[in-house]
């Protein structure tokens, strides 16, 4: 199995951002130690189809597709007790939450799509 290329776009490294799970000392929450790692991706923005598919709601949030070549690396939110926070990456000055991952699995182009929207900025 081979990794693509994407030699006729161009990948740049996108450093991403990832929670471990919260614990509870002597009753107290202890916030998750957060790592980064760095990986090549192409970036692309959404077009105005892609923004048709969304929900009206999610319509005004600033969203952007990320192609790795990479495979089960990135994750989304999970739910439960056995629940992790969605991996988060840096784009331009800005953070993006991963929402969705689609893999893709030709044989010779193994692919992941991304789905991040912009984490919104808080006045905290």
């Known amino acids: 199995m081979s990794l693509p ?3 006729l776009t161009r990948k740049l490294p996108i450093t991403v ?3 471990g799970k919260d614990t509870v000392v002597k009753g107290r929450p202890v916030p998750a130690v957060e790592t980064s790692f760095v990986v ?3 970036v692309q ?3 105005y189809r892609d923004l048709m598919v969304l929900p009206e709601s999610d ?3 600033e969203w952007i597709k990320v192609y790795v070549a990479t495979s089960d690396v990135f994750r989304t939110d999970r739910q439960g007790s056995d629940g992790y926070s969605a991996d988060e990456i840096i784009w ?3 953070r993006f939450k991963v929402m969705r991952i689609q893999s893709w699995r030709m044989g010779t182009l193994d692919h992941q799509k ?3 929207a912009r984490v919104e900025i ?3």
Request: aromatic share 12%; hydrophobic share 25%.
């Open 5 to 7: 290329s994407f030699t």
């Open 40 to 42: 090549e991706a192409n």
């Open 122 to 124: 808080s006045a905290n």
């Open 17 to 19: 951002y990832r929670k």
């Open 92 to 94: 331009q000055g800005d």
């Open 59 to 61: 319509r005004t949030k």
């Open 114 to 116: 991304l789905v991040c």
């Open 45 to 47: 923005p959404f077009n």
